[in-house]
């Protein structure tokens, strides 16, 4: 680990309190070529048409060696404050000595031209810090009776920036109306000659005053924790004995040096002693304003590239942090296990990424006093309840109530705080909140998140905790140009395929087919917004022209067809013989048997080759069997058959029609599948469970519209069979309940290393098809709505990236 220079900004996620983000000014580039003429025409449903590919930006060529080299170094910029208040800690022996000099000279010689000290950026969301920091550092000058210029020059920066002490609008570091006025109160002990009026000296002890007022009215347990937290401001008024309750295995208060120092000013402790000499063994002659943090910095950085969606590029580096960070999982480390916000982090990020650990180590998090007892909850810290919130979801067993506790009063919280957060510099914070609260992590498509999380993204974005910092050795300019080059080259292969798609479906005359919908755009939305890597082009014209394809077909068994057509198609698929000119009943059934023949074919083929073994034959199978429940299902309304709800289900997964769209893609995603795999129970149940989740979520959004119509689903037949004690909304209930559990079950098996055969390249298809199915179905059936989707599919497909000022 070293120091950050002053002068890099990047940035920084933080332990247990509020982020505040410095607004900065965002890279400034034109994220694409001249745009086409064709993003400026619309098509009747409001989806957006282009005539033309969209071309990857001409900027600087982003060096991913350079992130991979930093990308495991925890790097954190020095902390003036926090070196002050070292500075401050006499020798136990000799209280006349300072037991640090090195940190005084360190101070002398990082002043700023200015006469202040800390980060030096005097943007207005810095001042106060700077202002902090500046007083801490005059303090810890005069009480050693050393740098007279230096004192000098940095009671000049205070008094020409004073009036920003008072400025209720500009954002504070924790504690700053504590502990300014408490350093204020110091300096006039000292009889620092201070270049204030009385009269705002008086008014800054007025606000602090104001401030313990209104913490005594919080929790008892997070009014003392807050407290000790800032206890430097409080001197001798604080119990420093009920202040060192606080103390952590390494010696420290809360991990921070200058609340640890500020103890060791009014009474000894070896061990707190022992924390201060580590830190300046490991970085010289200051300290850092939080340590350690290196885990909570890790975690936020593979979070950063994956939700930035170039993650694919650093597989190998973030396989190796996760291994590092599950290590310290499997020890306890109290780094993880004493912040709420790591600890969440830690179990959403290990899970997702295939580690088997129990949500047990989140048991405490489930009572939302336990929240409010803490500095987190003092602070009522957005961040933490949204590290938390964002790991109740990563559910995978239906035993673990504690993730459901978690989700429950967390997803309240932060959507009352929401409703009544109106800070500017919380701005960043509070979107992506929002984004959470709308797009739970199972209902959240990665190319939308990808997008947003670029277009919010800040180069320059500080932590403040007591004081700002910076960490991470990669420059934040380099992830985000990265990240806008990829997703540029990811909609220009995105527009070419759509072309493809669209020739391919006249070439195969399904535009001729009026019965159909044309739903080619929605399939192919689907496709790239899940297999959104430019290498995943196969795999994603697979499941969009099988999209196609199930689309017609359901449209022809449901009405669009007659029974003769029906039996036709499937006899046809059963022979599965290219000439077939004398034994086609209709036109219709010609163009789609032969679409459909052509294109197994031929994905067949491709496939083939990949996999080193004839799929074609197992192509065919999933068509057929396809088919054969759609038949039945026809069947059953024809004859008005009622079937019981086991009867509807065990046919009901395979008729919604996943099969031909996920199975066939599999082949294309990049791992070899034997026969073995493909018949193995997992490989089935992975089917089966989307394919339920998929069935019921359609079922509830639309069995208004498909029992006028006369279909049957699921929750008319939950109706039906319950001897009229069940109610509609009953029905729903229960069938949210079964789409709840097997999403989790879903979700565990693609998770499960142990005793698995499939693939999890592959397994993670299925996660994503749950994905896009939930986000389809959110609000009602948006596959069938003419506009539901359309501001997605043109965020995904056209809408360039907005980055700028």
């Given at each position: 680990?070293?120091?950050?220079?002053?002068?890099?900004?990047?940035?920084?996620?933080?332990?247990?309190?509020?982020?505040?983000?410095?607004?900065?000014?965002?890279?400034?580039?034109?994220?694409r070529?001249?745009?086409?003429?064709?993003?400026?025409?619309?098509?009747?449903?409001?989806?957006?048409?282009?005539k033309?590919?969209?071309?990857?930006?001409?900027?600087t060529?982003?060096?991913?060696?350079?992130?991979?080299?930093?990308?495991?170094?925890?790097d954190?910029?020095?902390?003036?404050?926090?070196?002050?208040?070292?500075?401050?800690?006499?020798?136990?022996?000799?209280?006349q000595?300072?037991?640090f000099?090195?940190?005084?000279?360190?101070?002398?010689?990082?002043?700023?031209?200015?006469?202040?000290w800390?980060i030096?950026?005097?943007?207005?969301?810095l001042?106060?810090?700077?202002?902090?920091?500046?007083?801490?550092?005059?303090?810890?000058?005069?009480?050693?009776?050393?740098?007279?210029?230096?004192?000098?020059?940095?009671?000049?920066?205070?008094?020409?920036y004073?009036?920003?002490?008072?400025?209720g609008?500009?954002?504070s570091?924790i504690?700053?109306?504590?502990?300014?006025?408490?350093?204020?109160?110091?300096?006039?002990?000292?009889?620092?000659?201070?270049?204030i009026?009385?009269?705002?000296?008086?008014?800054?002890?007025?606000?602090r005053?104001?401030?313990?007022?209104?913490?005594?009215?919080?929790?008892?347990?997070g009014?003392?924790?807050?407290?000790?937290?800032v206890?430097?401001?409080?001197?001798?008024?604080?119990?420093?004995?009920?202040?060192m309750?606080?103390?952590?295995e390494?010696?420290?208060?809360?991990?921070?040096?200058?609340?640890?120092a500020?103890?060791?000013?009014?009474?000894?402790d070896?061990?707190?002693?022992?924390?201060?000499?580590?830190?300046?063994?490991?970085?010289?002659?200051?300290?850092?304003?939080?340590?350690?943090?290196?885990?909570?910095?890790?975690l936020?950085?593979?979070d950063?590239i994956?939700?930035l969606?170039?993650?694919?590029?650093?597989?190998?580096?973030?396989?190796?942090?996760m291994?590092r960070?599950?290590?310290?999982?499997l020890k306890?480390?109290?780094?993880?296990?004493?912040?709420?916000?790591?600890?969440?982090m830690?179990?959403?990020l290990?899970?997702?990424?295939?580690?088997?650990?129990?949500?047990?180590?989140?048991?405490?998090?489930g009572?939302?006093n336990?929240f409010?007892?803490?500095?987190?909850?003092h602070?009522?810290?957005?961040?933490?309840?949204?590290?938390?919130?964002?790991?109740?979801?990563?559910?995978?067993?239906?035993?673990?109530?504690?993730l459901?506790?978690?989700?429950?009063?967390?997803?309240?919280f932060?959507?009352?705080?929401?409703?009544?957060?109106?800070?500017?510099?919380?701005?960043?914070l509070?979107?992506?909140?929002?984004?959470?609260?709308?797009f739970?992590?199972?209902?959240?498509?990665?190319?939308?998140?990808?997008?947003?999380?670029?277009?919010?993204?800040k180069?320059?974005?500080?932590?403040v905790l007591?004081?700002?910092y910076?960490?991470?050795?990669?420059?934040?300019?380099?992830?985000?140009?990265?990240?806008?080059e990829?997703?540029?080259?990811?909609q220009s292969?995105?527009?070419?395929?759509?072309?493809?798609?669209?020739?391919?479906?006249?070439?195969?005359?399904?535009?001729?087919?009026?019965?159909?919908?044309?739903?080619?755009?929605?399939?192919?939305?689907?496709?790239?917004?899940t297999?959104?890597?430019?290498?995943?082009?196969?795999?994603?014209?697979?499941?969009?022209?099988?999209?196609?394809?199930?689309?017609?077909v359901?449209?022809?068994f449901?009405?669009?067809?007659?029974?003769?057509?029906?039996?036709?198609?499937?006899?046809?698929?059963?022979k599965?013989?290219g000439?077939?000119?004398?034994?086609?009943?209709?036109?219709?059934?010609?163009?789609?048997?032969?679409?459909?023949?052509?294109?197994?074919?031929?994905?067949?083929?491709?496939?083939s080759a990949?996999?080193?073994?004839?799929v074609?034959?197992?192509?065919?199978?999933?068509?057929?069997?396809?088919?054969?429940?759609?038949?039945?299902?026809?069947?059953?309304?024809?004859?008005?058959?009622?079937?019981?709800?086991?009867?509807?289900?065990?046919?009901?997964?395979?008729?919604?029609?996943?099969?031909?769209?996920?199975l066939?893609?599999?082949?294309?995603v990049?791992p070899?599948?034997?026969?073995?795999v493909i018949?193995?129970?997992?490989y089935h149940?992975?089917?089966?469970?989307?394919?339920?989740?998929?069935?019921?979520?359609?079922?509830?959004?639309?069995f208004?519209?498909?029992?006028?119509?006369?279909?049957?689903?699921?929750?008319?037949l939950?109706?039906?069979?319950?001897?009229?004690?069940?109610?509609?909304?009953?029905?729903?209930?229960?069938?949210?309940?079964?789409?709840?559990?097997?999403?989790?079950?879903?979700?565990?098996?693609?998770?499960?290393?142990?005793?698995?055969?499939v693939?999890?390249?592959?397994?993670?298809?299925f996660?994503?098809?749950s994905?896009?199915l939930?986000?389809?179905y959110?609000?009602?059936?948006?596959?069938?709505?003419?506009?539901?989707?359309?501001?997605?599919?043109?965020?995904?497909?056209?809408?360039?990236?907005?980055?700028g000022?």
């Open positions: 680990m070293q120091f950050l220079s002053p002068s890099i900004g990047c940035s920084i996620c933080g332990i247990g309190c509020p982020n505040i983000y410095i607004p900065s000014l965002r890279i400034t580039q034109s994220t070529a001249a745009a086409p003429e064709g993003l400026n025409v619309f098509l009747d449903d409001g989806l957006k048409k282009s033309s590919a969209n071309v990857p930006i001409q900027g060529k982003v060096s991913k060696e350079r992130i991979r080299e930093q990308l495991h170094k925890v954190l910029s020095a902390s003036s404050y926090d070196t002050a208040w070292v500075a401050m800690v006499p020798l136990p022996e000799f209280p000595i300072p037991c000099p090195e940190c005084l000279n360190w101070i002398m010689e990082n002043q700023h031209p200015d006469g202040s800390g030096h950026c005097l943007h207005p969301s001042v106060k810090d700077a202002l902090s920091s500046t007083l801490a550092c005059v303090l810890a000058l005069k009480r050693w009776n050393l740098g007279e210029e230096h004192v000098r020059r940095g009671l000049l920066f205070i008094g020409s004073f009036s920003s002490a008072m400025n609008k500009l954002h570091p504690g700053f109306d504590i502990i300014f006025p408490g350093m204020l109160g110091y300096a006039i002990e000292m009889g620092i000659d201070l270049p009026g009385q009269n705002d000296v008086d008014a800054m002890f007025y606000k005053d104001l401030e313990l007022q209104r913490v005594s009215g919080n929790s008892f347990e009014r003392k924790a807050y407290l000790a937290y206890a430097e401001g409080l001197g001798k008024s604080q119990d420093w004995h009920e202040a309750k606080y103390q952590r390494n010696g420290s208060l809360f991990n921070s040096p200058s609340t640890t500020a103890a060791l000013t009014h009474i000894h070896a061990k707190a002693l022992e924390y201060l000499c580590s830190l300046l063994q490991k970085f010289g002659s200051s300290v850092p304003a939080t340590y350690p943090i290196d885990i909570y910095t890790l936020c950085m593979v950063k994956e939700r969606g170039i993650a694919r590029h650093f597989s190998f580096e973030i396989k190796n942090i291994d960070i599950y290590r310290c999982w306890n480390d109290e780094e993880i296990n004493a912040d709420m916000a790591t600890c969440a830690a179990f959403r290990l899970r997702l990424n295939g580690f088997d650990i129990s949500s047990d180590a989140l048991t405490q998090f009572d939302l336990f409010f007892n803490s500095i987190q909850g602070l009522k810290d957005m961040k933490t309840v949204l590290e938390l919130y964002k790991a109740s979801q990563i559910k995978i067993l239906p035993n673990e109530r504690v459901d506790k978690i989700g429950s009063w967390s997803s309240n932060l959507r009352e705080e929401l409703s009544t957060n109106s800070e500017d510099g919380l701005q960043v509070s979107q992506e909140v929002d984004y959470a609260l709308k739970p992590s199972y209902a959240n498509l990665e190319c939308l998140e990808h997008k947003n999380c670029i277009e919010n993204f180069v320059e974005n500080f932590r007591k004081t700002s910076m960490s991470s050795g990669v420059d934040d300019k380099d992830l985000l140009e990265l990240a806008l990829d997703f540029n080259l990811c292969i995105y527009h070419k395929e759509l072309q493809h798609l669209e020739s391919w479906i006249k070439e195969n005359r399904l535009d001729q087919l009026e019965f159909a919908r044309q739903k080619q755009t929605y399939c192919y939305f689907s496709a790239a917004a297999l959104f890597s430019p290498e995943s082009s196969d795999a994603r014209m697979s499941w969009a022209q099988n999209g196609v394809l199930t689309t017609i359901d449209d022809l449901d009405h669009g067809g007659s029974r003769e057509e029906l039996i036709n198609l499937i006899s046809l698929i059963e599965w013989d000439n077939h000119e004398k034994h086609f009943c209709s036109e219709q059934v010609k163009i789609i048997y032969s679409a459909i023949h052509n294109t197994i074919n031929e994905l067949g083929a491709k496939a990949l996999q080193n073994r004839t074609t034959d197992h192509l065919v199978e999933i068509w057929l069997t396809l088919m054969k429940a759609m038949m039945k299902e026809a069947e059953w309304v024809r004859t008005k058959t009622v079937p019981t709800m086991d009867e509807y289900m065990a046919n009901g997964y395979i008729s919604f029609a996943l099969g031909p769209i996920i066939p893609a599999l082949y294309f990049g070899e599948l034997s026969v073995d018949g193995d129970t997992e149940n992975l089917y089966k469970l989307v394919s339920i989740c998929g069935r019921l979520l359609n079922d509830m959004q639309g208004e519209r498909e029992g006028k119509e006369g279909k049957l689903c699921s929750v008319s939950r109706i039906a069979h319950g001897c009229g004690l069940t109610s509609e909304e009953e029905a729903i209930m229960e069938i949210q309940g079964i789409v709840d559990s097997s999403r989790e079950e879903l979700l565990r098996l693609v998770l499960q290393n142990e005793g698995s055969v693939p999890r390249a592959c397994k993670d298809v996660w994503k098809m994905r896009i939930h986000f389809f959110m609000k009602n059936d948006g596959f069938t709505s003419p506009t539901e989707m359309v501001s997605a599919v043109n965020a995904v497909i056209y809408d360039p990236l907005k980055v000022c």
